[in-house]
């Protein structure tokens, strides 16, 4: 027996509590910190908004997060695709096991996760000494920070399409296989197309997470100035300087590329549901 949801009917009291309770803690915990955010960084004007924004550690700060997201991309579509094609389209020895670790980077505080980069590449890690003797620098460097980077973005992607690829199924797969078709061929022919729209949410997933990404990137930075601060490091290197209205301006330009990001899920996710929907 089915029940029927009347989707006109109006909440009653106890419905519009909620409702007006959700809206409340939204416009207080969502809200007012971008309201903030835009009424501080805009305090002295836009001109003084402008010169914090375009300042050399501003500049740095902001193409080392772009470089270090863009870094991670590539890996995180190659252990993504080829992940989550192992793991959906196949059962062998260990599959649960690696499903449970590739959530290791999502679950894991990011400090923690700072800590054993910093155990395995740092002067007295594992790697350490023959780092030093070949004059190779990752911790406290730009390598470092691309490393962590990598680590707590990669695994958006693969835990978006497992599912997807499971649900969709792989019937088309075999029939091109008993039709001759090459792997390569069937991967690009049929895999792709129909998945394509929940590779790019998995990407933009893992590319917000990328750019805002600070405890990791705190351990392994060094908080060098000019070197190796990325934009939520130079925010709070601001802040703690005692310059707000440079810490309010970076943090601006973080708000907006997250809502640059958010639209972009916005308008991926409607056209995956799209896609997806029978």
Known sequence: MSTVVNRS???GFAGGLLIAAAVVLAGLLLVLPLVIIVREALASGADVLWDNLTTRDSRQ????????????L?????????????VAYHRFPGRGLLLAVSKIPISLSPIVAGVCYMMVYGRRGWFGPWLVEHNLEIMFAVPGI?????????PYLLNQLVPLMQELGSDEETMGDQLGAGGWTIFRRITLPKIKWGVLYGLLLGNARALGEFGAVSVVSGHIRGKTNTLPLHVELLYNDYNSAGAFAAALLLAVLALITLAAKAIVARRFRQTTSP
């Not at 700060?61 to 997201?69: I, K």
Request: charged share 5%; glycine share 8%; hydrophobic share 70%.
């Open 74 to 86: 590539p890996v995180s579509l190659v252990v993504g695709l080829s992940g989550a094609w192992l």
């Open 9 to 11: 009917a109006r909440p």
């Open 146 to 154: 691309i490393l962590v980077t990598i680590f707590v973005s990669f």
């Open 61 to 72: 700060a902001l193409g080392l997060s772009v470089l270090a997201a863009a870094a991670a």
